[in-house]
């Protein structure tokens, strides 16, 4: 018995955090045959003091960077899976919905 218990305590991939992005990864890795991964969160299953909690929440892919936005595309592309799979609408896209127009105002500091 004590030997079964110390094998259930060897994990590949431990992920620090089971917020959004952790449980991402742990999804991510486990959906790519990664074995045995455990998630360590800090704090209850449902919660108000994660990053990404709230209404103002956004996901970006307007970045200097060509690889961040590579990133967020890809991103994008697997929430559409693990909405797929689950059935359920979990990433909605405000820019599929509304009409933004930028506008620019300069405002001289100096008279």
Same mark, same amino acid.
């Given at each position: 018995?004590?030997?079964?218990?110390?094998?259930?305590?060897?994990?590949?991939?431990?992920?620090?955090?089971? &917020?959004?992005? &952790?449980?991402?990864?742990? +999804? +991510?890795?486990?959906?790519? &045959?990664?074995?045995?991964?455990?998630?360590?969160?800090?704090? $209850?299953?449902?919660?108000?003091?994660?990053?990404?909690? &709230?209404?103002?929440?956004?996901?970006? $892919?307007? +970045?200097?960077?060509?690889? +961040?936005? $590579?990133?967020?595309?890809?991103?994008?592309?697997?929430?559409?899976?693990?909405?797929?799979?689950?059935?359920?609408?979990?990433?909605?896209?405000?820019?599929?919905?509304?009409?933004?127009?930028?506008?620019?105002?300069?405002?001289?500091?100096?008279?």
């Amino acid at each position: 018995m004590r030997q079964n218990l110390c094998q259930a305590m060897i994990y590949e991939v431990i992920v620090i955090g089971a &917020g959004v992005e &952790g449980s991402a990864t742990g +999804y +991510y890795l486990t959906s790519r &045959g990664t074995k045995n991964v455990l998630l360590l969160e800090q704090f $209850d299953a449902i919660h108000t003091r994660g990053s990404s909690h &709230g209404g103002s929440r956004i996901a970006a $892919d307007t +970045y200097r960077q060509q690889f +961040y936005v $590579d990133m967020m595309h890809k991103g994008y592309k697997m929430w559409n899976e693990i909405e797929e799979r689950s059935g359920k609408k979990l990433f909605i896209s405000l820019m599929h919905h509304i009409n933004i127009e930028l506008l620019t105002i300069s405002i001289s500091c100096y008279s």
